[in-house]
Structures are given as C-alpha cells and as structure tokens.
T-cell receptor, first 114, second 111 residues
Framework: GAGVSQSPSNKVTEKGKDVELRCDPISGHTALYWYRQSLGQGLEFLIYFQGNSAPDKSGLPSDRFSAERTGGSVSTLTIQRTQQEDSAVYLC????????????FGQGTRLTVV | DQQVKQNSPSLSVQEGRISILNCDYTNSMFDYFLWYKKYPAEGPTFLISISSIKDKNEDGRFTVFLNKSAKHLSLHIVPSQPGDSAVYFCAAARGNDKIIFGKGTRLHILP
C-alpha cells in the first residue's frame, strides 16, 4: 500500500490478557517508530527501529511491553498482562533512512483494556 | 523531563485571522523541527519542517519561524480556515535520533 498500515484499528481486551499490534511501514522505509497517545496527552515515544535493530527502547513504559521487527519491514508491538492504564491509541510511523526527516503515520490502533 | 513543550493546550481563532501556535524546546542539540496536524481518529500528518540552519520556512498559508537563541519556534497559519481546526504537534529531532513530540495544541477556528 501507499501508506503506513496498522492493524487492528480497534482492540478491546480484558485486563491481564496479552495483545499484539501490527504495523506495516511504507515500502523501503528503514526507520519505524511506535508512539502512543493516551486520553488528553501528547504523543509519547515508545521505541524506534533502524532496520531490524532498536537503538532506543527508552520509552517502553515497563517490561510488559516489547517490540520486534523482522525483514526490515513489519513490526509488532506486544503488551503482556494488559492493564487499564495501557488503554491508548498506539501509533506507528515510518521514515526513510535518515531519521531527521518527516515520519509518516498510520491511523493507529485504539486499545481499550476493560 | 519534557524536551519539547507546547504550553497552550488550546487556542481559538476567528476564521480569516492569523493562528499562531508556539513551541519551546530545551535541547540545544536539536537540529530539525517539524509540525504535525492531527484530526480525530486519524494519525498525525506532516505539515511543515525547518532545519536549524534556517530561521523561516514558508509553504502556502503555513510559515514556521525558528528562534534558536530563545529555543522557540512558532507556526503561523494565514488566513485561518475552518479545516485548520485540529490538534497541532510540534516535534524536534537531533541528527539520526528519534523525533520528540510536544503534547499538542488544539486549534479551534471560529466561524
């Protein structure tokens, strides 16, 4: 596709369950970012990938959060043992090799933990 | 510690007037600044950017000004239109490092 694709667009899960969010970046983009936006908050950085490696994982809120990227393309963000405070919109973005250019965002996955 | 700050959570401007959105940053090593626009239920979209070697960049109705000594940038929208109502995020990056976003300013364009 032409843009960044995220799935699912909406996810409702029970507290304590694991969830997996998927991101398909723009073809050829080597940098991939995960951000989240909680209600009333700005965009919170979680992790980014350059190729398949993640130079900066400093934004991951806890060890329940992990992410991987394979083949320099698709990325998955996994949240284990979800908590209500994990409810947010999770946004994925990709950009070309040089990271200080604009990143193109997907439409996000709205996660609701009940 | 917030490296990119947007101190106004919301702003209301009359249609046809100038909208000015402000952003302050603390890291003097940032060398690239961006503005994103976000509508409800959509991902942010890139609007305009500026390199630290410039102090102004224009694109149609949008102009970004950078004051490095004050660590301040602003986005001007002239004239403001109803479709400009959205949340605007200021962002900054240093070299090949991650993009840091501010918390956003919600702009309301009044008829």
């Amino acid at each position: 596709g032409a843009g960044v694709s995220q799935s699912p667009s909406n996810k409702v899960t029970e507290k304590g369950k694991d969830v997996e969010l998927r991101c398909d970046p723009i073809s050829g983009h080597t940098a991939l970012y995960w951000y989240r936006q909680s209600l009333g908050q700005g965009l919170e950085f979680l992790i980014y990938f350059q190729g398949n490696s993640a130079p900066d994982k400093s934004g991951l809120p806890s060890d329940r959060f992990s992410a991987e990227r394979t083949g320099g393309s698709v990325s998955t963000l996994t949240i284990q043992r979800t908590q209500q405070e994990d409810s947010a919109v999770y946004l994925c973005a990709s950009s070309e090799t040089v990271l200080n250019t604009e990143a193109f965002f997907g439409q996000g996955t709205r996660l609701t933990v009940v | 510690d917030q490296q990119v700050k947007q101190n106004s959570p919301s702003l209301s401007v009359q249609e046809g007037r100038i909208s000015i959105l402000n952003c302050d940053y603390t890291n003097s090593m940032f060398d690239y600044f961006l503005w994103y626009k976000k509508y409800p239920a959509e991902g942010p979209t890139f609007l305009i950017s500026i390199s630290s070697i410039k102090d102004k960049n224009e694109d149609g109705r949008f102009t970004v000004f950078l004051n490095k000594s004050a660590k301040h940038l602003s986005l001007h929208i002239v004239p403001s239109q109803p479709g400009d109502s959205a949340v605007y995020f200021c962002a900054a990056a240093r070299g090949n490092d991650k993009i840091i976003f501010g918390k956003g300013t919600r702009l309301h364009i009044l008829p």
